[in-house]
């Protein structure tokens, strides 16, 4: 149904963050983030609370605006850009603290997701015209492929706040998959998840990427999970990347070990 | 980029033939004058003219409640100067029908046919009559120039959020009272053959009436032209609510962050709420004036505001038949508690109140009455049996 | 320049007037984040119930013989504050306190619920009645001073230094007292002040009544100056009074206690320069158009500074 994106340039990275940095009051919340992350890869994001991955994915989808630096998505320069244009140039997210659109059903959330690849105006939704209904049964279908990718399909009518907070984190992702991005940001998809949903997860998030051709860049607690998953992990500190390599090697890291465990 | 296109062309394989489109188009506007002339023709003699009066104050409050939760249900925006618009949409009809009499047809009469005339038993005439295009005309420009006023007020919804916004609108609708009350007089229909005949066109607009309101209009304004656009408004808003560019509508007031990463535009949805609220809102103006046949600059003030707020809050904002339900209950309540006159804005307070703490959705939320548990099992009880 | 200074002045007096009441508003916005938009009725009802007390004390309104002493509008003052300060305690508690975690649009409406109550309740016939009511005189109209042809009036002495005295004691009570450092700890962060043991209930209540207390000592202020008939309560110009507060509050960097006072002086001097050297009939609109300027191009205030939601 849905089909693989255009493949990118060779070499070049789809998702290429130049040394951006924000800093709030005289906090420097990032400094110095870099990351090239090719067509179809699963990156990981990790580092102590408030070290500012968070940060790192509000810089990358609009919601702050970087004081240095610069994004391209597909070649495309994104600081500056309003969020919904990010998510329209093919960049989309979860959020940690969970933000669906609580009032609203499973299947409308999924639906919304869809509204930015389609074409609307007010006249064609006033008048229902053919082209509309031909979109809304479109729209339909995809969100209800998606929700069942993410067994969601069976309680469609729900209200979103309504759902067990793993199945809202489930309807986040389905809910951004909708969006039809080239590039998808998971901010802890894991949180509050049991073991077997995790490992549940993990085959999901391996297997959309390899649906969709997705390009992946998570930030996950769950260390089994991440080194499970990612091919490569950066790990930020106090803002900054310490170590940057495949996870074996972010293992073995001191830098990082002491970033966690403090230093002896 | 291949899957934008994907979506379409998805689309376009599912669409029907262009006919249904069509139909889709026309049977809301065949329907709007069928309730029209249902009501004017049937149920008005049928009931007496008193309670005539009543269902046709119920129509232009069913729209102005409808209208409102666009705004105040659908982007969760909270506009306290609905009357604002509704004043303006007011002032422009009747300043194009009642100078637009007088430069066309040379006096301010009524120049309409038997559906705009008050009373249709006794009226020797046409169905319809020239007056009757140029009261259309009017309705429409005075949804339009209203429309153009909510688009204006919506852009610091830009910048501004929840109760700023509010208190902006607020502002803007005594804005809109000072401005009217500062314009002049206006000519009377005593003088047409005199001052009228030679005021340059251009002058006409800013002789509103000032302080006293804008009086003597020609009386257009029947169940016909009333229920027709109640009609009329409900569609549009239904359609709107149950459609992706609806769900965009609700996504700003569920989530701002969260509906703009998902690539809608908030800003400009907001916007788009604000002059679709106020065209109708302009198109009820209009109506509300050609019936009294006068329009003061306080019928814009915040007091009527609130009145419409009221009915939106306790229908549940975002219900569209909650609105429509808390409309005919509120017109009504003041006839059926007479005696309790002075205690009714009370329990207004006190219902709003009550349900804040109690039941802060509303009678019914963003659902509909028929989505109800209650109307769904006596539905599906009725089905069965 | 005679013109301008009487200008001056009777701007600065009104000025004090706004910047009681929009530091009711200030304080309840820093503390709660919400407009009480049923402020502007506490200062109506502050106006009303100064009537009524006074009446009660036996002081008759204009056209009777002499003015009591100066105690005795001191007395109506304390008493209609206190009035008013046990029903900011109540809509506090009744109408406000069950919606603490409800969002904010919730909150504004039953604000607006609370003064439409007020408005109309107050036009009952056992209230204040629906005809104007006649303020006492509490104040000899007598002139001060005047210099090159200002007349300084006696109400302008004691409207300033009654407004002037009780910022000050707010001022005092804020930045010099526990209950003041309490009450800016909420402000700043709700739950963390709760988890310092400071009763965050309490300090809510607290901060309406001191609020409503102002709004109240604004009222009594307002009739003192104007004098003569006052409107009753469902009158919108007790609304747009506190419209122009509020603007004031905004203007000042809402939250701002500092910034309130200053708002609403900048806006009283506004209002009262635009009405002289502009045009009257504009009067209710420069406040507004200040407003939305303000709103659009600095919406944190003059004196306020910017706040970045978090995500």
């Known amino acids: 149904m849905i089909a693989a994106p255009e493949t990118a340039q060779a070499g070049a990275a789809l998702l290429d963050v130049r040394g951006i940095s924000i800093s709030f009051g005289g906090l420097k919340a990032v400094q110095n983030f870099s990351l090239a992350l090719p067509k179809g890869g699963l990156y990981g994001l990790i580092g102590p609370n408030g070290a500012g991955k968070t940060t790192c994915f509000n810089l990358l989808t609009g919601v702050y605006r970087p004081s240095e630096g610069a994004i391209s998505l597909d070649g495309v320069p994104l600081v500056g850009r309003k969020p919904y244009e990010i998510a329209e140039a093919g960049l989309s997210r979860t959020f940690q603290n969970i933000r669906l659109f609580g009032e609203l059903s499973v299947l409308d959330n999924a639906r919304l997701g869809a509204h930015v690849r389609g074409r609307h105006s007010f006249f064609s939704t006033v008048c229902r015209t053919a082209f509309y209904r031909g979109q809304e049964a479109a729209i339909r279908e995809r969100a209800i492929e998606l929700l069942a990718i993410f067994k969601l399909d069976n309680r469609l009518q729900e209200q979103a706040k309504n759902l067990p907070y793993g199945d809202q984190r489930r309807l986040e992702m389905a809910r951004a998959l909708a969006t039809e991005p080239k590039v998808l940001l998971l901010d802890e998809p894991a949180a509050g998840m049991n073991p077997q949903e995790k490992k549940e997860l993990a085959q999901t998030i391996r297997g959309i990427r390899d649906r969709f051709g997705l390009t992946i860049l998570l930030i996950e607690h769950d260390m089994g999970l991440v080194m499970d998953i990612c091919e490569r992990i950066t790990v930020l500190d106090y803002g900054q990347i310490i170590a940057h390599g495949a996870p074996s090697e972010i293992q073995k890291n001191p830098k990082v070990i002491e970033a966690y465990l403090g230093a002896e | ?80 100067g609905h009357a604002a618009f509704m004043a303006i949409g007011g002032y422009v009809a009747a300043g194009v029908v009642y100078y637009g009499s007088l430069k066309l047809f040379g006096d301010m009469n009524f120049a309409g046919g038997r559906l705009s005339h008050v009373g249709a038993a006794d009226f020797v005439g046409p169905l319809i009559g020239k007056g009757d295009f140029l009261f259309l005309a009017a309705t429409l420009a005075g949804g339009l120039f209203a429309a153009l006023a909510g688009w204006v007020v919506g852009l610091p919804s830009l910048r501004l959020r929840g109760d700023y916004l509010a208190i902006v609108t607020l502002g803007f609708g005594e804005i809109v009272r000072v401005l009217l009350q500062g314009t002049q007089s206006q000519i009377q229909p005593w003088e047409a053959a005199s001052l009228g005949k030679d005021a340059p066109v251009w002058k006409l607009p800013l002789m509103l009436g000032g302080p006293q309101g804008f009086n003597l209009l020609p009386t257009y304004t029947t169940l016909y032209w009333v229920w027709l656009w109640v009609v009329l408004t409900l569609v549009v808003v239904y359609r709107l609510k149950n459609s992706s560019e609806g769900r965009a509508f609700l996504s700003v007031r569920e989530d701002e962050i969260a509906a703009q990463a998902m690539g809608v535009n908030v800003t400009s949805y907001k916007v788009r709420a604000f002059t679709l609220a106020s065209f109708f809102a302009g198109v009820a103006g209009a109506l509300f004036a050609m019936d009294i046949g006068a329009i003061n600059p ?53 219902a709003l109140i009550l349900m804040m703490i109690l039941r802060p959705q509303g009678l019914f939320g963003v659902r509909e009455v028929w989505d109800l548990a209650l109307f769904k099992k006596i539905f599906r009880r009725g089905g069965d049996a | 320049m005679t013109q301008f200074l009487q200008t001056l002045t009777d701007g600065l007096t009104v000025g004090a007037l706004y910047a009681l009441i929009a530091l009711g508003y200030t304080m309840v916005y820093g503390i709660l ?33 002499g003015t009591p002493p100066w105690y005795m509008g001191a007395l109506v003052l304390v008493l209609a504050m206190l009035a008013c300060g046990a029903i900011g305690f109540l809509v506090e508690r009744l109408a406000y306190k069950p919606l603490r975690s409800a969002p904010r649009l919730n909150v504004l409406i039953t604000a607006i619920g609370v003064s439409l109550l007020f408005q109309n309740a107050g036009q009952l016939p056992w209230a204040f009645g629906v005809s104007p009511r006649a303020w006492p005189t509490l104040l000899p109209d007598g002139e001060l001073f005047s210099i090159a042809g200002v007349k300084f009036r006696l109400v302008h002495a004691v409207v300033l230094a009654t407004a002037i005295a009780l910022m000050l004691a707010l001022q005092y009570l804020i930045f010099k007292t526990k209950l003041g450092s309490a009450m800016r700890a909420v402000s700043f962060n709700t739950r963390t002040a709760a988890l310092m043991g400071i009763n965050v209930n309490g300090i809510i209540s607290f901060t309406f009544v001191v609020g409503s207390m102002l709004a109240a000592a604004g009222g009594f202020l307002y009739g003192v100056y104007y004098g003569g008939q006052m409107k009753q309560t469902a009158d919108s110009m007790w609304v747009m009074l506190g419209l122009k507060a509020f603007v004031a509050a905004v203007v000042g960097g809402i939250g701002n206690v500092r910034g309130a006072v200053l708002g609403g002086i900048m806006i009283g001097l506004i209002e009262f320069f635009g009405v002289q050297y502009v045009s009257d009939q504009y009067r209710d609109a420069y406040v507004f158009a200040i407003l939305i300027l303000v709103l659009l191009f600095k919406p944190e205030g003059v004196f306020g500074k910017a706040t970045v939601e978090k995500v």
């Open chain 2, 298 to 350: 306080t019928d814009g003030g915040f007091q009527r505001s609130f009145d419409i707020i009221i009915m939106v809050v306790l229908g549940g904002l975002g219900s569209i038949s909650g609105a429509v339900v808390a409309a005919i209950v509120i017109t009504l309540l003041p006839e059926v508690l007479r005696d309790l006159a002075q205690y009714r804005l009370i329990l207004y307070a006190l």
């Open chain 2, 1 to 80: 980029m291949v899957r934008v296109t994907h979506l379409i062309e998805q689309a376009r394989s599912k669409q029907p033939s262009r006919l249904v489109g069509v139909g889709a188009t026309l049977w809301p506007m065949v329907l709007a004058v069928a309730v029209g002339l249902l009501m004017y023709l049937l149920v008005g003699p049928a009931i007496g003219q008193f309670q005539s009066k009543i269902l046709l104050v119920i129509g232009i409050n069913i729209i102005l409640a409808v209208s409102l939760t666009v705004v105040n249900g659908f982007t969760g925006q909270f506009s306290m």
């Open chain 3, 33 to 65: 984040k919400f407009i009480n938009f049923a402020h502007s009725d506490v200062f109506a009802l502050g106006v009303h119930l100064s009537i009524v007390i006074a009446s009660i004390l036996g002081i008759k309104a204009l056209g009777d013989t």
